[in-house]
């Protein structure tokens, strides 16, 4: 099976899915991504991949919605071949302390984060188990293992990746289609641009490497469990984090 099997990211017009399209691209994958609104982002994504080589397509597409993901998939087979690479990347947040948590703050974050992953997994495995190959990555966050005050439905739903990604890679393993979880700690993105300054600092003192992660350091780690040479590497988690969530 070759290398350059298609791929489909979700959320990846920003951050951490806009650099795993450029990786997968650099690894030879032809990529269609998904994104909510960010059309300009978007753009700049598919222009990045073709500007490393590769071949991308963008749909707008709520993950939440498992009528859009139909669609999308349809899209990105008309283009180039059903995916046999899926990272689930696609994220929102809704933050709030419990207390004062409402079921839609609630809702919207277990939807996208969780139940969309759920969604695209169910629509890329009956292809996959046909070609008795695949490749799911899902994207979590340190979150997950130490909490996050005002974000229990975000480390709620980042869990629950764990325990999808396990049980997916139990039921797929004898087709030779591995799933696995990527668990980024706190990362150089624009919303954390945007932070206080002493937030930042602060945050970086809690990492044991003293610093933010890079967007490409996550993607490098995703395209990694991507490729074939992860082949007997399934039910994982594997931390982004400079060692912040060690011992969890």
């Known amino acids: 099976m070759s290398d350059t099997s298609p791929a489909l990211v979700t959320g990846g017009s920003k951050g951490i899915g806009a650099a795993t399209c450029v990786a997968l691209a650099r690894q030879g994958h032809p990529v269609t991504f998904c994104y909510g609104n960010d059309d300009a982002g978007a753009q700049a994504t598919v222009a990045a991949v073709e500007a490393a080589g590769g071949k991308a397509l963008a749909v707008r597409a709520d993950v939440a919605d498992a009528s859009a993901v139909d669609r999308l998939f349809g899209e990105a087979e008309a283009a180039f071949g059903a995916p046999l690479v899926l990272v689930n990347n696609a994220g929102v947040t809704r933050d709030g302390l419990v207390v004062r948590m409402t079921d839609e703050q609630w809702d ?41 005050p005002g974000q229990a439905n975000y480390a709620a739903a980042k869990a629950g990746l764990l325990g999808l990604t396990r049980s997916v890679a139990r039921e797929l393993a004898r087709r030779s289609i591995t799933c696995n979880v990527v668990a980024p700690g706190p990362i150089e993105t624009a919303m954390t641009a945007d932070m206080p300054e002493d937030w930042r600092a602060t945050a970086a003192q809690t990492v044991p490497l003293g610093r933010f992660g890079t967007v490409e350091e996550c993607a490098s780690a995703i395209a990694f469990l991507s490729s074939q040479a992860a082949g007997y590497v399934t039910g994982a988690l594997l931390p982004v984090d400079g060692g912040l969530g060690m011992g969890h």
């Open 108 to 148: 919207a974050v277990l939807s996208t984060n969780l139940t969309g992953a759920f969604h695209t997994i169910r629509r890329a495995t009956p292809a996959m188990m046909k070609a008795r190959y695949g490749r799911i990555v899902n994207v979590s966050s340190a979150s997950a293992q130490i909490g996050a």
